[in-house]
């Protein structure tokens, strides 16, 4: 008797679960939904129930089981976001002249975006790592000493440990000088400030076999060059974050990026640097700053492993004690709409000058301290210099920051610069664009 009503029970669960995914995709409305549902569940099992009753229940079980699961990725809500950060496969158009290619193109966009797909690869990525503590990402994302996770795809590493030619490296040389030039005949300072990524920081945590891979640094090679050329204001963060770690972590174990004290003493190596040429600015102290921390679950390499609430970290968070605070400026004069721009001013002169400064993710955290140091700062997020908003903003400092990662992309002049056949010719006749 038991056995029956338990029998029933589950089966009315099931299909109710069905039911609403069915309904769910059909009507807007919850409460037209919820009874819908409750009446589909009625009419399926008043026709279903004679025919469960001659199963024992560990056949019926497993029977509804497994329809329950193939059935559910087919007829609910489709995913429309992945948690790995990349376009999702959109559903392919057919065509009678390929129709194989239909099916291969169908499958990926199924596998893309079936029901409940990022709950499953969170659970499974979720139980990979909490009893064998290995990445689920492997090709993504690999787990160090103390849980610590590094970028480990193929491109990254290829980008950041491949070396230079002679050629690319010259290359790269040059381009910095013309840029460097360019400004400097229009009164303004252009400073290139390169940022290590986490892997040059803390190689000691890396698993073995990624550290081999990244023995090499193409930032270095960059760096060392530079050396020889004092003409290019060059500003290399790594050797303060590498002793700043000494006091307490500069990066977070389980994202890409550093943290804020990280960026405070990356701040402080560049702003010294340009305060060579502007002594009217006053950099910040680390006594100007209350620091506190908190126990936080993001990060972006966690996230690529298919969760965010597991793995643990401080957050260090710098707060000003005192002093005015930048004020956000609408920036739709610069006739952008991808929104890549942003502006701040400072409520009351602070140094009478004024910053562009272009900029990837890791300015996040170093616009905190760098923006008060300005009248007024315009951030362009992008690698490569916006050289026509720059000479319209006519400031007196450009910063270009750029993560190690992106250095490839100085191996091409601007386009404004590269078309301004009048400028090469005159300060570097015989240069040839390279493609």
Known sequence: MMKGILKYFV?????????????????????????SSVVLTAISFVLLRKHISYYPFYKFFLIFTFIFLITVPLIGRKESTSFEKRTLAEFPQFRASNIWKFFFQYQDYFNDRFAFRNEAVQAISKFRFRIFRVSPMPHLVQVGQ?????????????????????????SVILNLQIVT??????????YYAMIPIKERIYPE????????RMTFSKAAQLNEALKQHPEIRAIDVKDVLIAGKQVRPTFYTTDTHWNEYGAF?????????????????VPFEISDFSIDSSVTDAGDLQVLMGFRDVMKFNHYHLKRKNGPIPLVVDSTYLCVSNKRYSIREMPEKVSGLKLFLVRDSFTEYLRI????????????WMPVVPVANVVQEAPQVVIHEILE?????????????????????????????KK
Do not use: C
Request: hydrophobic fraction near 40%; proline fraction near 6%; aromatic fraction near 18%.
């Open 11 to 35: 089966l009315v669960i099931y299909l109710l679960a069905l039911s609403y995914l069915i309904l769910e995709q059909i009507l807007p409305n919850k409460y037209v939904m919820y009874g």
């Open 181 to 190: 030039k360019y400004f400097d005949i229009r009164n303004i300072k252009y």
């Open 405 to 433: 990662h992106f250095v490839t992309y100085t191996k091409q002049l601007p386009p404004e610069i590269a078309g301004d056949t009048l400028f090469l010719n005159q300060y570097f006749p015989g240069f040839v664009s």
């Open 205 to 212: 945590y890396m698993p073995g076999d990624l550290r081999k």
């Open 146 to 170: 103390d849980d610590w996770l590094f970028t480990s795809r193929d491109e990254y590493i290829n980008d950041t440990s491949t070396p230079f030619t002679k050629e690319q490296l010259d």
């Open 265 to 281: 003493l990356g701040y402080r190596k560049i702003i010294e640097r340009v305060r060579q040429d502007f002594p009217q600015i």
């Open 369 to 380: 301290f760098i923006t008060p140091n300005f009248d007024r700062t315009v951030f362009a």
